[in-house]
Antibody, heavy 121, light 107 residues
Framework: EVQLVESGGGLVQPGTSLRLSCAAA????????MHWVRQAPGKGLEWVSG????????GFADSVKGRFTISRDDAKKSLYLEMKSLRPEDTALYYC??????????????WGQGTLVTVSS | DIQMTQSPSTLSASVGDRVIITCRAS??????LAWYQQKPGKAPKLLIY???SLESGVPSRFSGGGSGTDFTLTISSLQPDDFATYYC?????????FGQGTRLEIK
């Protein structure tokens, strides 16, 4: 059974940094692209970032480009999102999602339950 | 970025109704489009990929259609479990985008 468990969320002040983690199980992690998708309270889904199976290709939404970094550790079966210069508009539930293939340009066949990031002074 | 526009934003329907949700892209996607269902407090669930391929385990009352810029999600006979919010998502470009969502509510 595929499992994705996010962690690292919390309440932080504007301008600070935070690192999210996603622990994966139940599939061959290093065969698949992985992604972060967020959802602000009461709003729709917004893709944040994705990384290919071999880490050679990454993609970012314009809203986070230059501030967020995505990475993966295949030995630990983990996905990460390093978030810097956080803004109140980054407040959201952050989902880890598994891609259906090795690529970044993909759809998402499994999702975690999310970790909440709140940016507020 | 490719803009995705869903319509309607809210849809009121009854159990047994046939409903159609549309999704329009600002440029051609060929068939690189997926549909998701999300219920309150839950993660989204994949329904359809590559515009018309049904994800394993999803009931056959769900179907997807279209290509290029215009796509549809059809529920042939609404069941009580189907009242939720539905999102389309394009994966034609490296900047993935979602539609704004369609809330399907009980009439």
């Amino acid at each position: 059974e595929v499992q994705l468990v996010e962690s690292g969320g919390g309440l932080v002040q504007p301008g600070t940094s935070l690192r999210l983690s996603c622990a994966a199980a139940g599939f061959t992690f290093d065969d698949y692209g992985m992604h972060w998708v967020r959802q602000a309270p009461g709003k729709g889904l917004e893709w944040v970032s994705g990384i290919s199976w071999n880490s050679l290709t990454t993609g970012f939404a314009d809203s986070v480009k230059g501030r967020f970094t995505i990475s993966r550790d295949d030995a630990k079966k983990s996905l990460y999102l390093e978030m810097k210069s956080l803004r109140p508009e980054d407040t959201a539930l952050y989902y880890c999602a598994k891609g259906n293939s090795s690529r970044v340009r993909d759809f998402f066949d499994f999702w975690g339950q999310g970790t909440l990031v709140t940016v507020s002074s | 970025d490719i803009q995705m526009t869903q319509s309607p934003s809210t849809l009121s329907a009854s159990v047994g109704d046939r409903v159609i949700i549309t999704c329009r892209a600002s440029q051609s996607l060929t068939s690189w489009l997926a549909w998701y269902q999300q219920k309150p407090g839950k993660a989204p669930k994949l329904l359809i990929y590559k515009a018309s391929s049904l994800e394993s385990g999803v009931p056959s009352r769900f179907s997807g259609g279209g290509s290029g810029t215009d796509f549809t999600l059809t529920i042939s006979s609404l069941q009580p479990d189907d009242f939720a919010t539905y999102y389309c998502q394009q994966y034609n470009s490296y900047s993935i985008t979602f539609g704004q969502g369609t809330r399907l509510e009980i009439k």
